[in-house]
């Protein structure tokens, strides 16, 4: 019976803990993503705001450039990553 007890606080400890480096994880993330927000953008405007009044043109080349970025990454280096075609 202790030694169960023991596991079940264990199990809760640990559970715990990976709940708080996960909240601590993704405020990080979040203060990371504002950073790079202010140094890119430095007009004050927010991303969906400069999206949207982006002109026409980069709207396209933006994720244009992202896949042509993408695809040889993906060909030469981590092949794997291209899945069987489903």
Known sequence: MKRQAFE???F???SLAIG???AIGALFFRTLIELFQKLFWVSGATFSEQLM???WWL???APLAGGLI???II???I???KGDGY
């Open 12 to 14: 809760l400890a640990f």
């Open 75 to 77: 060909t030469f280096f």
């Open 70 to 72: 993408a695809v040889p």
């Open 59 to 61: 709207k396209i080349m």
């Open 8 to 10: 079940n606080i264990y």
């Open 79 to 81: 092949p794997e990553a």
């Open 53 to 55: 009044n982006s002109p």
């Open 20 to 22: 708080v480096l996960s």
